[in-house]
C-alpha cells in the first residue's frame, strides 16, 4: 500500500512563490510508485486547497499560484474546517518557507492533528526562524556570531549613530523572522541605513543589525536517517556573482552564485563547518533536516543562521550537497519522508 503524502506549500509569507516552487519539485521528485501525493496550497490568506497528482498531471506553476482559479483543486478551507485536506494522510511534507510554515505554527497544527511532518517541531522550528533568538543559543553555547545589535521599539537606547559607532559601514539589517534573504539589506552609509530602517519597522518591532563579515560564505546542510544516524553534508562554498552578498536574486536566480560542493578548502576546514553545523542542529532541538549558514574571516568561523526547511527549489543547496555524496533528489526526499514517519511516531508515543 502507497504511503500518502500532502506537499504543503505557499502560505502568506513573503516566501509563498519561493515556497511553490519548492513544493512542485517535490511533487516531481517523489517516487509515485511508492507514495500517494496530494497538493495541498496554502494561500496568503490562510486558506487551504488540495489536489491530488500522479506523474502525469503535476499542477502547473500558474496552477499553484491561482488554486482558486486552476479548476482542479478543492477548497477553500479554513485550517479549522479543513478536514478533507487530511482524510487518509500519513505525512505532511512541509515545502514551506517564512512565517506561517517555518516558525512552529504549521507545525503545531500538524502535532494536533497527530500528523507526521519533515523538519522540526515546534520550538526548534520557532527558535531557528527568530534570528534573534537563535543567536543568544549560538552565543551561550561557544559558536561565533557577528557583532551586533538590536534596533527598535524595545531598545530605545540603540540610535541609528550607536548603530554606526559599533558597527560602521557596511552593516546588514534583518528582520528577524524572515527567511530567503526577503526582508533584509545592507546600509553603505547613514542615509541608507536610515531608509532601511525605517522601511524593516513596518514589518517588525525589533530589526538586527549586524556588522559586515568580509570573508567566504558557507553553508553545510546536516540530515537525520530512521536509525538514528545525523549527519553533516558536504559544506557548499558559495560565491555571489550577481550581488556582492547571498541575497534573494543570488539565492533563486540561475547563474547568480557559484554553489561549489564540496567547497574547496583543506579538510579541517571543512570538518570544523561540518561540526559547527552539527552543533547547531542539536543546541536548537532540530529534527529531520537543517542547514547552517556562516561565513569565515580571519579563521574564524561566524554562524548567521539556521534553517530548518531548507529550500527544495533545483537551485537549492541542501539538494546539491546531497547529490555530491553520491545520492538523488527522490533518494534525499525518501530519507526525509522515511525520518519523520520514524520521529513522527516517537513524539506521538
Given at each position: 500500500?502507497?504511503?500518502?503524502?500532502?506537499?504543503?506549500?505557499?502560505?502568506?509569507?513573503?516566501?509563498?512563490?519561493?515556497?511553490?516552487?519548492?513544493?512542485?519539485?517535490?511533487?516531481?521528485?517523489?517516487?509515485?510508485?511508492?507514495?500517494?501525493?496530494?497538493?495541498?496550497?496554502?494561500?496568503?490568506?490562510?486558506?487551504?486547497?488540495?489536489?491530488?497528482?500522479?506523474?502525469?498531471?503535476?499542477?502547473?506553476?500558474?496552477?499553484?499560484?491561482?488554486?482558486?482559479?486552476?479548476?482542479?483543486?478543492?477548497?477553500?478551507?479554513?485550517?479549522?474546517?479543513?478536514?478533507?485536506?487530511?482524510?487518509?494522510?500519513?505525512?505532511?511534507?512541509?515545502?514551506?518557507?517564512?512565517?506561517?510554515?517555518?516558525?512552529?505554527?504549521?507545525?503545531?497544527?500538524?502535532?494536533?492533528?497527530?500528523?507526521?511532518?519533515?523538519?522540526?517541531?515546534?520550538?526548534?522550528?520557532?527558535?531557528?526562524?527568530?534570528?534573534?533568538?537563535?543567536?543568544?543559543?549560538?552565543?551561550?553555547?561557544?559558536?561565533?556570531?557577528?557583532?551586533?545589535?538590536?534596533?527598535?521599539?524595545?531598545?530605545?537606547?540603540?540610535?541609528?549613530?550607536?548603530?554606526?559607532?559599533?558597527?560602521?559601514?557596511?552593516?546588514?539589517?534583518?528582520?528577524?523572522?524572515?527567511?530567503?534573504?526577503?526582508?533584509?539589506?545592507?546600509?553603505?552609509?547613514?542615509?541608507?541605513?536610515?531608509?532601511?530602517?525605517?522601511?524593516?519597522?513596518?514589518?517588525?518591532?525589533?530589526?538586527?543589525?549586524?556588522?559586515?563579515?568580509?570573508?567566504?560564505?558557507?553553508?553545510?546542510?546536516?540530515?537525520?536517517?530512521?536509525?538514528?544516524?545525523?549527519?553533516a553534508l558536504p559544506p557548499i562554498e558559495i560565491r555571489p556573482?550577481?550581488?556582492?552578498?547571498?541575497?534573494?536574486?543570488?539565492?533563486?536566480?540561475?547563474?547568480?552564485?557559484?554553489?561549489?560542493?564540496?567547497?574547496?578548502?583543506?579538510?579541517?576546514?571543512?570538518?570544523?563547518?561540518?561540526?559547527?553545523?552539527?552543533?547547531?542542529?542539536?543546541?536548537?532541538?532540530?529534527?529531520?533536516?537543517?542547514?547552517?549558514?556562516?561565513?569565515?574571516?580571519?579563521?574564524?568561523?561566524?554562524?548567521?543562521?539556521?534553517?530548518?526547511l531548507p529550500g527544495m527549489t533545483s537551485n537549492s543547496l541542501?539538494?546539491?550537497?546531497?547529490?555530491?555524496?553520491?545520492?538523488?533528489?527522490?533518494?534525499?526526499?525518501?530519507?526525509?519522508?522515511?525520518?519523520?514517519?520514524?520521529?513522527?511516531?516517537?513524539?506521538?508515543?
Open positions: 500500500m502507497s504511503i500518502r503524502v500532502n506537499v504543503l506549500m505557499g502560505g502568506p509569507s513573503a516566501e509563498h512563490e519561493i515556497s511553490l516552487f519548492s513544493g512542485r519539485e517535490v511533487m516531481t521528485y517523489l517516487d509515485k510508485a511508492r507514495y500517494s501525493i496530494r497538493a495541498v496550497v496554502i494561500s496568503h490568506d490562510k486558506e487551504f486547497f488540495f489536489h491530488d497528482i500522479d506523474a502525469a498531471n503535476i499542477p502547473s506553476m500558474k496552477a499553484l499560484r491561482e488554486p482558486h482559479a486552476a479548476g482542479i483543486f478543492k477548497g477553500p478551507y479554513e485550517a479549522r474546517e479543513s478536514t478533507p485536506v487530511w482524510k487518509g494522510c500519513d505525512l505532511a511534507f512541509l515545502a514551506l518557507h517564512g512565517t506561517f510554515g517555518e516558525d512552529g505554527v504549521v507545525q503545531g497544527f500538524l502535532d494536533t492533528l497527530e500528523i507526521p511532518y519533515t523538519g522540526s517541531g515546534v520550538f526548534a522550528s520557532a527558535v531557528a526562524m527568530d534570528k534573534i533568538a537563535s543567536k543568544y543559543l549560538y552565543i551561550h553555547n561557544g559558536l561565533d556570531v557577528p557583532p551586533y545589535s538590536i534596533y527598535g521599539v524595545n531598545n530605545p537606547l540603540v540610535t541609528i549613530d550607536s548603530i554606526i559607532e559599533q558597527h560602521g559601514f557596511p552593516c546588514f539589517c534583518k528582520c528577524p523572522q524572515s527567511g530567503s534573504s526577503r526582508l533584509m539589506g545592507k546600509a553603505t552609509d547613514k542615509e541608507s541605513l536610515r531608509k532601511l530602517l525605517h522601511e524593516l519597522e513596518q514589518s517588525s518591532e525589533d530589526i538586527l543589525v549586524e556588522r559586515s563579515i568580509q570573508g567566504i560564505e558557507f553553508s553545510c546542510g546536516v540530515i537525520e536517517y530512521r536509525d538514528g544516524r545525523t549527519e556573482v550577481s550581488s556582492d552578498f547571498f541575497d534573494y536574486d543570488a539565492k533563486y536566480t540561475d547563474g547568480g552564485s557559484h554553489e561549489i560542493v564540496p567547497a574547496p578548502h583543506p579538510k579541517d576546514l571543512l570538518d570544523r563547518i561540518e561540526q559547527i553545523s552539527l552543533k547547531a542542529h542539536k543546541i536548537l532541538g532540530c529534527r529531520g533536516v537543517s542547514r547552517t549558514d556562516m561565513i569565515l574571516e580571519n579563521d574564524r568561523l561566524y554562524v548567521l543562521e539556521t534553517n530548518t541542501l539538494p546539491k550537497a546531497f547529490k555530491a555524496t553520491g545520492g538523488t533528489y527522490t533518494g534525499l526526499l525518501d530519507i526525509l519522508i522515511e525520518t519523520a514517519r520514524v520521529k513522527g511516531r516517537a513524539v506521538q508515543a
